[in-house]
């Protein structure tokens, strides 16, 4: 007996079922065997009902099983949250390199937002500034602001690996106590997406935040990816047969001796 558990097709793609072959032990049908397929009258287990789109959900409790837990978010679902046409996720990932970007036709371009519309070019193309644009092999998120009501709010995409640490560290103006209620932005998950590469795709989470003024947008620390600058040799030491140099500049590190 040969048991294969896969993901079912859209749109019920939101659980899980498998199919069970039953043959000889070499993979042929077994000759009179007869199948009956009867749906069973009784002790049907429930379907979970589908997660709302729209809502605020908490991270400490969707995070077991948040593919269960939360709304898979479609582009159409990120238009009627934002009450933007139009908007969509692009992808551009070859491992270890690429890009996501949220995308409105006609958005003009600004130190927020920056005008995608690809291929990303390997070797040349970066983003080290919170925009709309994830570069994936430099940064955790990107974020697109949007008008709702008399005020803004900014939707901000999280890598996985990102989300714990946002959801407890992000620190938003004071505005967003009154817009938001006092709730944490852990608490304001919106859902997932999942962002096209290739074959296969990648998982972003979506918070409901407001990042304050967006001149204040941070650019991203690269200290710990940008490759090392040329090799500079240590200077002779009584082990290489001389003595040390003496100290330049009144022991200031940042000097160098001619």
Known sequence: MQVVSESW?????????????????????IPGMACVNEKPAED?????????????YAWSKAEPGF???????????LQRITGVGGLAIAADIKSPEGCVAVTVPNHPASATYRTWTGPWKRGQDRDVVLN?????????????RYRAGDGERDLLFLKPEAMETFATLLVEPDSAK???GGSAPGD????????????????????DTLLGDQKGWPTDEEDLLT????????RDDPIDGGPPAPSQGNGDPTATAN
């Open 9 to 29: 097709p859209a749109p019920r793609n939101r659980g899980w079922g498998f199919s069970a072959a039953i043959t000889t032990t070499v993979g042929n049908a």
């Open 44 to 56: 049907i287990a429930a379907a979970d009902p589908l997660p709302k789109v729209g809502p605020h």
């Open 67 to 77: 593919r269960h837990l939360l709304p898979r978010l479609t582009a159409a679902d």
């Open 132 to 144: 709309n644009v994830l570069d994936w092999s430099r940064e955790m998120c990107c974020a697109y």
């Open 178 to 180: 009154a817009l938001f």
């Open 188 to 207: 304001r998950l919106l859902g997932y997406v999942d962002v096209p590469a290739g074959k296969s795709s990648r998982t972003l989470f979506v918070l």
């Open 227 to 234: 490759p090392f600058g040329p090799f500079i040799p240590n």
